[in-house]
C-alpha cells in the first residue's frame, strides 16, 4: 500500500511537471511573439520619426519659399505703382 502511495503521488507530480512545462512553452512563445511585435512596432515607430523629420523639413522650405514669394510679389507691387505713377506723370 506505502508503494501504491508513492507511485500515485509520483504521477501526480509527473503530470503536474507536464503542465508547467507546457505552460512554460506557451509563456515563451508568447513571450517571443510579444517580443517580436515590440520589435516591428520599434521598427515603424522609427521610420515614423524619419518620415516626420522629413515633412518638417519640407515644411520649413516651403514656409521659406513662400515668405521669399511673399518678398518678390511686395516688390514687384512697389514697382508697379511706380510705373503707374510714372505713366499716369507723364499722361497729365
Known amino acids: 500500500e506505502l508503494a ?6 509520483i504521477a ?4 503536474d511537471l507536464e503542465i508547467l512545462r507546457e505552460k512554460c512553452e506557451t509563456s515563451n512563445r ?15 515607430y522609427q521610420k515614423s520619426r524619419e518620415i516626420i523629420q522629413v515633412y518638417k ?3 520649413d522650405k516651403l514656409l521659406y519659399n513662400i515668405e ?9 507691387n512697389g ?3 511706380a510705373m ?5 506723370d507723364q499722361i497729365h
Open 4 to 9: 501504491e502511495l508513492y507511485e500515485g503521488i
Open 12 to 15: 501526480r507530480q509527473a503530470r
Open 30 to 44: 508568447l513571450f517571443t511573439n510579444t517580443e517580436m511585435a515590440f520589435s516591428d512596432l520599434y521598427l515603424k
Open 57 to 59: 523639413e519640407n515644411e
Open 68 to 76: 521669399s514669394t511673399e518678398d518678390q510679389i511686395e516688390k514687384m
Open 79 to 81: 514697382k508697379y505703382e
Open 84 to 88: 503707374h505713377a510714372y505713366v499716369e
